[in-house]
């Protein structure tokens, strides 16, 4: 039988990569779900008090909040210049795209670290103000959920810009072209015709910023400075500071599960195999 | 034609839109040639001596040097293993190829801290903390998914007839997917091993969970000295990193025109 014989080959293909990602990668993660309800005690105790826990009420808050916002920021701004690239074709088209990817290939480390040197206390926009005699005493910019906002927004952009590239560019012209000559404004050919075509693409970008904001750890770690305590940073905190493995862990699963949700509710209006899986 | 005000809006707030991407990662051009022992723009004049620094420190450069040979590995190991995955679930392309897929991109959802508890716990089992071994491991898992997309993508556009063709003609399964597919992949294996160097040159809530003393990588390094504060050469390092990367960029762009 040459077709059974044909299967078994390309299964030989995949099993490599298949086989080690299971009995490392998804093994280890399930592994965090037995420590939280094992450690110190079996039971389901790291989340009875995980659930009474104010510190761990307010972190989720913070969290999604954070993750919220900087999605919208994403979306406006990353909106304004994806409509620019595709509908304006100028000389500079090109040049506009390269510094739009450019910035996802600089490490998440140095583009915070740029931000800590913008915006700590005695940090360049600071002097600048100073300097220039608007302001008497340093403003507090970062060690704040401003400073992990901005930073957060600068980090996330372009995973916001490109699903929206993508979207926009298989959108033929001829729809606005006809709404304009049917004596339709610019604006409202842009509200009631262009915009609709570009909501998958908006959604594709929404779900991206969103899912990778809820469990970044990076930008808000060192931005927040130990006050803007999301998730990722509060479990290192019970993990590294006080050695509570068990809470740490049931922490980790109620953030899988977060995310998990997010996804299953986003998969109703997105496609969630062109936003992660067939990713350009 | 007339320039319209919703013309100017797009064009004019796209550009700011960019300046706020990219200008903001420039300001580590100044700081890097300070004068001064700390953070802080340049007093009385420019220094090379933070980049003195960098370039005889053996701490610094012992990093550097890990970080590349490590992700050249892991862009290595993970490039063959997502390109034999990918051609796979190409020629499957059934439910059970879609399974794998998904399950080989679950790194791209699991939020960092949560999968590098998990790589703790099982490294500690398996002796695997603090050895490059260990880092190479994760750093290849992390970046399998980028690997597989990238050459699914680069496969989407191949004719399935093309290997029928080849297999038709007496090729085995394995000489068509050498002489055939692969070519074809050709192009997406290429950007895979891109960024899985980038995933492994970049990563580092992994690295500061199964590292302690013995493997030290670059973004270790620059993490630490974040902590620390006012070193100066972490300035010196981001501009080297930042000019590398803007000239592999402009490589890139002039190569494509």
Same mark, same amino acid.
């Given at each position: ?139 507090? +910019?970062?060690?704040?959920? #401003?400073?992990? !906002? *901005?930073?957060?927004?600068? &980090?996330? =952009?372009?995973?916001?810009? @490109? ?62 400075g130990g006050r803007v305590l999301m998730i990722s940073e509060y479990i290192t905190y019970q993990i590294q500071e006080f050695l509570n493995w068990g809470l740490g862990s ?5 953030? +899988?599960?977060?995310?998990? #949700?997010?996804? !299953? *509710?986003?998969?109703?209006? &997105?496609? =969630?195999?062109?936003?992660? @899986?067939?990713?350009? | ?55 005889t420190d053996p701490d610094w450069l012992g990093a550097t040097w890990t970080s590349v040979w490590v992700g050249l590995v892991v862009a290595t190991c993970a490039s063959v ?126 690295v500061l969970f199964i590292t302690v003393r013995n493997v030290q990588t670059l973004p270790k390094m620059i993490w630490e000295g974040i902590q620390d504060n006012i070193d ?26």
């Amino acid at each position: 039988m040459p077709r059974v014989h044909e299967k078994v080959s390309y299964w030989m293909l995949v099993l490599p990569a298949l086989s080690i990602m299971v009995c490392f990668y998804i093994l280890p993660v399930l592994g965090i779900w037995e420590i939280a309800f094992t450690e110190p005690e079996t039971g389901v105790g790291n989340f009875v008090k995980m659930a009474g826990s104010n510190a761990v009420k307010t972190s989720f808050v913070i969290t999604f909040r954070v993750a919220a916002i900087t999605t919208v920021g994403c979306l406006i701004l990353g909106y304004i210049v994806a409509y620019a690239i595709s509908n304006f074709a100028t000389r500079l088209t090109p040049l506009m795209v390269a510094l739009v990817i450019l910035p996802f290939w600089v490490s998440v480390l140095i583009r915070s670290f740029s931000w800590i040197v913008l915006l700590g206390r005695s940090g360049l926009v600071n002097d600048a103000l100073i300097h220039a005699g608007m302001i008497e005493r340093p403003l507090r +910019l970062m060690h704040n959920e #401003l400073g992990v !906002l *901005i930073a957060m927004i600068h &980090v996330m =952009l372009p995973f916001a810009v @490109l699903p929206m590239l993508t979207n926009m560019r298989g959108i033929s012209g001829i729809y606005v072209q006809a709404a304009r000559s049917l004596g339709a404004s610019e604006w409202t050919s842009f509200r009631q015709v262009y915009f609709p075509q570009t909501l998958p693409g908006v959604l594709s970008g929404a779900l991206l910023v969103f899912v990778l904001s809820l469990g970044f750890f990076v930008t808000p770690a060192l931005l927040g400075g130990g006050r803007v305590l999301m998730i990722s940073e509060y479990i290192t905190y019970q993990i590294q500071e006080f050695l509570n493995w068990g809470l740490g862990s049931a922490l980790s699963v109620a953030l +899988l599960v977060a995310t998990a #949700l997010v996804l !299953l *509710i986003s998969a109703r209006f &997105v496609n =969630l195999r062109a936003t992660l @899986l067939e990713r350009k | 034609m007339q320039v319209s005000a919703f013309r100017i809006f797009f064009q004019t707030g796209a550009w700011l839109v960019i300046a706020f991407l990219v200008l903001p990662i420039l300001v580590v051009l100044p700081i890097s040639f300070t004068d001064t022992s700390y953070i802080g723009l340049p007093k009385e004049a420019l220094s090379l001596q933070h980049y003195a620094n960098y370039f005889t420190d053996p701490d610094w450069l012992g990093a550097t040097w890990t970080s590349v040979w490590v992700g050249l590995v892991v862009a290595t190991c993970a490039s063959v293993l997502g390109t034999a995955f990918a051609i796979g679930c190409w020629f499957l392309s059934d439910r059970a190829a879609m399974v794998a897929r998904w399950v080989l991109i679950t790194p791209i959802l699991v939020p960092p801290v949560v999968q590098s508890l998990g790589f703790y716990r099982f490294w500690v089992k398996l002796g695997l903390i603090d050895t490059h071994f260990g880092v190479i491991l994760a750093h290849t898992l992390l970046a399998l998914p980028y690997v597989s997309i990238s050459v699914f993508a680069a496969l989407s556009n191949l004719d399935r007839n093309l290997p029928r063709a080849a297999r038709s003609l007496g090729a085995s399964v394995m000489q068509t997917v050498w002489a055939v597919v692969v070519p074809a992949a050709r192009p997406g294996i290429a950007t895979g091993f891109i960024f899985a160097f980038i995933v492994s040159f970049d990563e580092i809530v992994g690295v500061l969970f199964i590292t302690v003393r013995n493997v030290q990588t670059l973004p270790k390094m620059i993490w630490e000295g974040i902590q620390d504060n006012i070193d100066p050469t972490i300035a010196a390092v981001a501009t080297l990193l930042i000019a590398l990367t803007l000239i592999a960029t402009a490589i890139g762009v002039l190569r494509r025109s």
